[in-house]
């Protein structure tokens, strides 16, 4: 059995708030009876001052996927709408004394949950999380590549495994796992190209061919990769560089160095090994640049 | 006083108290080698020439050597469909079904990447197979049947009789995982044309650690494990002794028992089965409820979701399982489930309760009564259910 705190024992056991509120004035619908879990948050807010003076929830679910939205009723019973709004799922996860990483999605579902009620009371349309935004990735639970990227970028995930914990998607039949690592791949070249536009940090991280080649930075990263290829190379894999500057080393794995657990642990070991050979801690991340036309 | 009423016994059997006497002495004096030449080692071999007549007896095998002791029931399968595969070099099928123990499906699908053909028999609603189809796959490509005989979540039987007499008309290999029969129905294996059976211990009452693989007289046979000349030399590794001794009283004792499974056991099952029913609407039994072992029922309840279901048996002190997604860690219900097409409404909301001879009236009727209150409490604050009645579910449902 999962190893539950005691606050979500208790908060399953003994459900706050597990009712549909008669007359609510805002409802958020989440979820669906094929997944596994759904949950209808019903709220009742003062229109004069925007406190939510009650709410009420009814859950499908396991016993962390109710927990969790006992755990949101009281949360937000007491605060404005706007206060309300700004609840983050790791608040629920907080005021459950953690979760199992497994579970972390009905923390989620408690979040979207209030921002649908929100939406509801605020009489805004909710862009429908039916697959519409971009690409259909996970067909299992019907999760789009829109939903996959804001998780990546909202809560800074960088693995298959923190996908599934955090949307579903890829936890059942596995056969999406590709896709995921590219949108995993495509949120975080993205924030290296915003992080290339920002004015605060001019040419640190330029490509590599039009850093000038006197760049000690540059030639320093390169030869500590020198030193570290053939071990890479010695288990069937290989490395590149991407990109350098004082805040980040991109790198482009390849060979028997991609795949959803061994990016993780050779990124590792590379940060590892450029921070000591470097004197300071620095990220590196892996970003397999689009082919590019000849120069 | 929280109860303790353990109905979870396809997962994993209580020790029978005389399996526990039986081999105690083999931790503290007869701790010899068999293999050893000194009286250390005599007098356990001995003992483990019993253990292999008392196991034997309980499959019904003529031979005693066509026991072979493992170390689980996962090592018997492996080392079965890897045998098949090593004595029919030229041959690149095998034939299962989609409802196999992971320990076959995992194994199937390992040597299917490495370019085996898996023909993966499917079941109708009821968990049943279909032998036409099974019939028209069958041919001298086939280098293996391994088929379950009775399936761990539902209890539903497989005809594994007639499917080896299919596949020996063949001359096609035929293997079963027997974990869930053996024990719970008289065998007589001689009579049979399956030539090699996995078995568990553990789920008879006997400790974890100890397996079994039948292996006819006259098949072909590879070992897995090579290293020694224990088992005579189609299993290496110096015998677990104290589990092999365990393991026959264990054997002895469920022999002497059967008819208290197709007697008592079944008739508790019945009765937990009918009271749950008829008292909780919206309720029904997957599988084959007429052709299944005795001690198993598993219930779909609809409209609410099996941990939270088991996380509430358990405060009352009863242990059950469930085919849900969410005890496993995985996202999707359970593979039987899902190949039967269970309704989604009930998909995530399965409750298996398997019971044994240790099963009473008393912890039967207990479960009965607060099974009602307990998916009362669930569906009373589920957001498809209102005043004991589900609401149209299409309303929620995004149309397929």
């Known amino acids: 059995m999962w190893n539950y705190s005691e606050t979500v024992k208790d908060h399953f056991f003994n459900p706050r708030n597990a009712k549909a509120l008669e007359d609510a004035n805002a409802v958020g619908d989440v979820g669906s009876i094929s997944c596994g879990d759904a ?49 983050t799922n790791q608040e629920i996860v907080d005021y459950l004394g953690g979760l199992p990483a497994e579970k972390m999605h009905c923390s989620v579902m408690g979040q979207e949950a ?28 019907a999760v789009d590549e829109g939903k996959i990227s804001r998780a990546v970028e909202k809560h800074g995930l960088t693995t298959i495994e923190d996908v599934i914990n955090y949307t579903k998607a890829g936890g059942a039949c596995t056969s999406c796992h590709e896709k995921i690592e590219m949108v995993i791949d495509e949120v975080i070249a993205n924030k290296v190209t915003e992080s290339v536009a920002t004015p605060t940090e ?14 000690p930075l540059t030639q320093k990263v390169l030869e500590i990769l020198g030193n570290l290829r053939p071990y890479l190379q010695a288990d069937g894999g290989d490395v590149s560089l991407v990109k350098a500057s004082e805040h980040l080393i991109v790198v482009s794995l390849s060979g028997a160095c991609t795949g959803c657990m061994m990016t993780d642990m050779t990124l590792g070991w590379l940060q590892e090994q450029f921070s000591e050979a470097l004197g300071f801690a620095i990220p590196v991340i892996n970003h397999v640049p689009e082919a590019q036309p000849a120069a | 006083m929280k109860k303790n009423i353990y109905l979870d016994n396809n997962a994993t059997t209580k020790v029978d108290p005389m399996a526990v006497e039986a081999m105690m002495p083999l931790f503290t004096k007869q701790f010899g080698n068999p293999s050893s030449i000194h009286s250390f080692g005599d007098q356990v071999g001995a003992k483990l020439k019993v253990a292999r007549r008392q196991v034997a007896d309980l499959l019904g095998a003529l031979h005693d050597s066509e026991v072979i002791f493992t170390s689980c029931a996962t090592e018997s399968t492996t080392t079965a469909i890897y045998s098949a595969l090593k004595v029919n070099p030229g041959k690149k099928e095998i034939i299962t079904t989609t409802v196999e123990h992971p320990a076959t499906l995992d194994t199937c699908e390992q040597l299917e990447r490495e370019g085996y053909i898996i023909h993966r028999l499917k079941v109708n609603k009821k968990g049943q197979l279909d032998l036409k189809e ?33 596949a020996s008309e063949k001359s096609v290999l035929f293997h079963t995982d027997a974990v869930q029969v053996v024990g719970k129905i008289p065998l007589d294996i001689q009579d049979t044309e399956i030539d090699m059976l996995s078995f568990s211990g553990h789920k008879l009452h006997a400790p974890k650690g100890i397996g079994g693989l039948y292996v006819r007289r006259g098949v072909r046979y590879r070992p897995l494990l090579r290293g020694g000349h224990q088992e005579r030399g189609r299993r290496a590794g110096t015998e677990n002794s104290p589990a092999i001794v365990a393991f026959g009283a264990a054997a002895e004792q469920a ?26 609407s919206h309720t029904f039994v997957t599988g084959d409820p007429d052709n299944r072992v005795a001690n198993t029922a598993n219930i779909a309840f609809e409209y609410v979701e099996g941990e939270a279901i088991l996380m509430l048996l358990n405060q009352f002190g009863i242990a059950a399982s469930s085919g849900s997604a969410c005890t496993s860690g995985s996202l999707e219900p359970s593979h039987v489930m899902q190949a039967m097409q269970i309704p989604f409404t009930a998909a995530h909301g399965t409750i298996r309760f398997s019971l044994s001879r240790y099963t009473t009236e008393k912890d039967v009727d207990y479960v009965i009564s607060v099974v009602p209150e307990i998916i009362d409490k669930l569906r009373g604050f589920s957001p498809y259910w209102k005043d004991g009645k589900p609401l149209d579910i299409e309303a929620f449902e995004p149309a397929a």
Request: proline share 3%; net charge negative.
């Open chain 1, 114 to 141: 209030l921002e649908a009620a929100i939406a509801n009371y605020r009489g805004i349309e909710l862009v429908d999380d039916d697959h519409e935004e971009g690409k259909l990735i996970c067909r299992c639970f």
């Open chain 2, 134 to 166: 099974y019939a028209g796959l069958l041919s001298e490509n086939t280098a293996l049947v391994t088929v379950m005989w009775a399936n761990n979540e539902t209890g539903t039987l497989f005809p594994i009789e007639d499917m080896a007499l299919m």
């Open chain 1, 39 to 87: 949950l209808r948050l019903t709220l009742k807010v003062n229109d004069e001052t925007e406190m939510i003076e009650d709410a009420g929830f009814q859950t499908f679910g396991c016993g962390s996927a109710i927990a969790s939205s006992s755990a949101l009723t009281e949360l937000i019973i007491g605060k404005t709408v706007t206060e309300a709004a700004l609840l």
């Open chain 1, 202 to 215: 001019p040419a640190a991280v330029k490509p590599i061919s039009s850093l000038p080649p006197t760049s």
């Open chain 2, 255 to 280: 022999e002497l028992h059967l008819e208290t499974m197709s007697g008592k056991v079944k008739a508790l099952r019945d009765k937990l089965e009918q009271g749950i029913l008829s008292q909780v």
